[in-house]
């Protein structure tokens, strides 16, 4: 009986080369599968360096996080490119936008991601699993994306922790997820704060995914990722009345180099 499932997990071993060469669907299926296992089991393991190293919830633990993380590019064929990291060297606070793309993004996050920042995440994913337990230990700031008032008191909370515990805060303006190679129209809370408590804007964008990754096509590939860490925009001397144009600022810049790094014509 021992004998039969060792050949059957020997066939099953085989034939998934073949499979996935054949399939894409089967392709993409196994790969995302993979990926999720590998953050499952990976903050699974690291969970307990955190809490042994840093004591708990704190931003520090995002440089164990990251030095994992950062391995995983390899199980997948991902390279980065990567120039303007020196455009995170600000002194103080600072809020960071960057474009939303996919599940991949916690690669490109850690890749660049500069030491004491936080990121603003939604508050589903405290609840997924070692995956929550993870993010959350590494001190990341939950938002309720269904509730507008929630959202406004978690962007003040934003701007008071960055005041009281000298950080970067990292945020997505998009709001969501969006793999169409364009980018979604920005919400305005990360300006308002970035406006309110006078600290720098700095944008960072990736090229688009949709080269080696689509999941309407069952497309996921090896592939080059280009990172662009753009200057700071200073947000000294505005007011609430200015947020709609340095939202607009920020949008038309990074969509140009978003454009410009994934090799497509400016509209």
Request: glycine share 8%; charged share 20%.
């Amino acid at each position: 009986m021992e004998l039969g499932w060792l050949l059957w997990g020997a066939a099953v071993l085989l034939l998934l080369p073949v499979l996935m060469e054949l399939s894409p669907a089967v392709n993409f299926a196994l790969r995302i599968g993979f990926y999720y296992l590998l953050f499952f089991v990976c903050s699974a393991l690291t969970a307990p360096v955190c809490l042994l190293v840093n004591g708990g919830r704190t931003v520090k633990n995002m440089r164990i996080i990251k030095t994992v993380v950062k391995t995983f590019k390899y199980f997948f064929g991902l390279r980065f490119e990567v120039k303007g990291l020196e455009n995170f060297e600000v002194e103080g606070p600072a809020i960071i936008v960057s474009n939303h793309q996919s599940i991949l993004d916690m690669m490109g996050l850690m890749e660049v991601l500069p030491d004491n920042c936080v990121q603003v995440g939604k508050k589903e994913l405290m609840y997924a699993g070692t995956v929550g337990l993870i993010i959350y230990l590494g001190g990341v700031i939950f938002i309720n994306r269904k509730s507008t008032s929630s959202a406004k008191m978690v962007m003040a909370e934003v701007a008071k922790t960055m005041a009281t515990d000298n950080v970067k805060v990292w945020v997505y303006p998009e709001g969501t997820r969006n793999c169409t190679g364009d980018l979604l129209p920005f919400k305005k809370g990360a300006f308002h704060v970035a406006v309110q408590a006078q600290v720098p804007v700095i944008p960072v964008v990736y090229s688009s995914f949709t080269t080696f990754y689509n999941p309407k096509k069952n497309l996921f590939t090896s592939g080059k990722i280009k990172v662009e860490v753009l200057p700071p925009i200073e947000t000294k001397g505005l007011t609430s009345d200015d947020v709609s144009e340095l939202t607009d600022r920020c949008y038309r810049t990074m969509r140009a180099t978003l454009f410009r790094l994934s090799g497509r014509p400016g509209e």
